[in-house]
């Protein structure tokens, strides 16, 4: 049996943003579905104003991941 589900990636972006490309669907902890394009960039600095997207806060704050 194939399995007919999307497949998606995420990938972790130097001192920036994690970029996930191929998701089907995104839900919020209230249930409801968030909309999402082709890819969507998730915040990893903590200084977003639109968590849990990324708003390239990162680069006004410096942030280095020194692990990645």
Do not use: W, Y
Not at 8 to 16: D, L, Q, Y
């Amino acid at each position: 049996m194939e399995d007919d589900k999307k497949q998606f990636t995420i990938e972790i972006r130097k001192n920036g943003s994690l970029l996930v490309k191929g998701l089907e669907k995104l839900v919020n902890s209230k249930g409801e579905e968030i909309e999402i394009k082709d890819q969507i960039s998730l915040c990893r600095c903590g200084h977003s104003a639109n968590k849990p997207f990324c708003d390239g806060s990162h680069r006004r704050v410096n942030f280095v991941d020194e692990d990645n």
